[in-house]
């Protein structure tokens, strides 16, 4: 079974969490309801510690994720509150510092066990990482694999080494070499215009961040630190998705081809699961329906040019986002420097089925 995520739930997750902090917002922020009772902040602080936590739990959470991401809901729930509702209202609420506490001790703990539960299995984790690396210099990869088979079914542990690479992407691979030592490569970058796209998207992010900075720091100190952290992440995203495209080629051996499009996609397909190879046919933009069970291994472009290949599926396979998760498609698009030997060795391994 896989952890796939469901848009349509998202969605609501996303619009009704929307709803509820723009009301309260609203409440306190205008002198529409003005005076604002004290007992309002109390549905406020119903609004943020029960309603959204029970909305994570019903649309996002429920058997799908483990229920310890509830905590880190509620603490958000808390930040929320904290940002939003005034301290003036906050005296009649005397537990409040205290169950803030409790939790916060309760998610460090958590925190602390998870890394306990890793650093044990870290040398098992490591020596499974070496001898893969010792193959290929494919970063994300193998330690992957090295995380499933010492961490089987631990959705924390895939996190881990998401952020983990991540890191390693963006600071300390920029001198670092391709190495493939069994299979052929095949670079899908140097004819596209990917890094051009990922140097903008940083450029504005920089830019946006220093203007945005100030002007919520004069207006909150908190929030404008927040701001500022997520921005330094997504810089940190675009960096390892410029290195991770240019170490990691697709490559095919005599059993399985392996996909990975940047940082944050990848597909492990094995070539007796493969139907068809042919070059592609069809229109240039997919429908959300076809969307829904196709792995686009393409990366993006200033101008997105068409597939120039689909692979078809017998049966759906798995592939995998960032954070561990994962969805299923039956066809494959993508597009190679070389689509000539790409397609031709795909074709001779078939053969050799």
């Known amino acids: 079974m896989t952890n796939s995520l469901e848009r349509p739930k998202w969605l609501w997750f996303g619009v009704l969490t929307c709803l509820i902090l723009?009301?309260?917002y609203t409440l306190y922020s205008t002198t529409l309801f003005d005076p604002v009772p004290d007992v309002a902040a109390l549905g406020s602080l119903l609004d943020f510690l029960v309603v959204v936590p029970l909305l994570a739990y019903f649309l996002v959470l429920r058997k799908r994720y483990s229920l310890k991401y509830l905590g880190a809901v509620i603490l958000a729930g808390y930040a929320a509150a904290y940002l939003i509702i005034p301290a003036r209202h906050f005296p009649q609420f005397p537990f409040l510092p205290y169950l803030i506490v409790f939790f916060e001790m309760l998610f460090i703990g958590l925190e602390l066990f998870i890394a306990y539960k890793i650093l044990t299995k870290l040398p098992g984790l490591l020596r499974e990482y070496r001898r893969l690396s010792g193959n290929n210099s494919l970063f994300l990869f193998n330690a992957k694999r090295s995380a499933e088979k010492h961490l089987p079914n631990h959705k924390i542990g895939s996190v881990?080494?998401?952020?983990?690479?991540m890191v390693n992407y963006a600071l300390f691979s920029w001198k670092k070499k391709t190495s493939i030592k069994y299979g052929d490569?095949?670079?899908?970058h140097q004819k596209t215009s990917v890094n051009a796209v990922y140097i903008m998207l940083i450029h504005a992010i920089a830019i946006?961040?220093?203007?945005l900075h100030y002007w919520l720091h004069s207006w909150n100190a908190i929030a404008a630190y927040i701001v500022l952290i997520a921005n330094i992440y997504g810089i940190l995203y675009f960096l390892a998705e410029i290195n991770a495209?240019?170490?990691t080629p697709f490559v095919l051996t005599d059993s399985h081809l392996l996909l990975q499009s940047g940082f944050s996609k990848s597909m492990y397909l094995p070539l007796e699961n493969v139907k068809e190879?042919?070059?592609?046919d069809g229109p240039e933009k997919f429908s959300r329906q076809e969307m829904n069970d196709l792995f686009d291994?393409?990366?993006?472009?200033?101008?997105q040019e068409k597939p120039m290949l689909e692979i078809l599926l017998k049966d759906p396979q798995v592939y995998e986002l960032m954070y561990g998760l994962k969805r299923k498609a039956s066809r494959i698009v993508l597009n190679v420097d070389e689509p000539e030997r790409f397609y031709r060795e795909m074709l001779n391994r078939l053969n050799q089925k």
């Not at 881990?160 to 690479?165: G, H, P, Q, S, W």
């Not at 490569?185 to 899908?188: A, M």
């Open 208 to 211: 946006e961040s220093i203007g």
């Open 160 to 165: 881990f080494v998401t952020e983990f690479a």
């Open 22 to 24: 723009l009301s309260n």
């Open 297 to 303: 291994a393409r990366v993006p472009d200033l101008i």
């Open 185 to 188: 490569s095949f670079t899908y």
């Open 245 to 247: 495209t240019r170490l």
């Open 277 to 280: 190879i042919m070059y592609y």
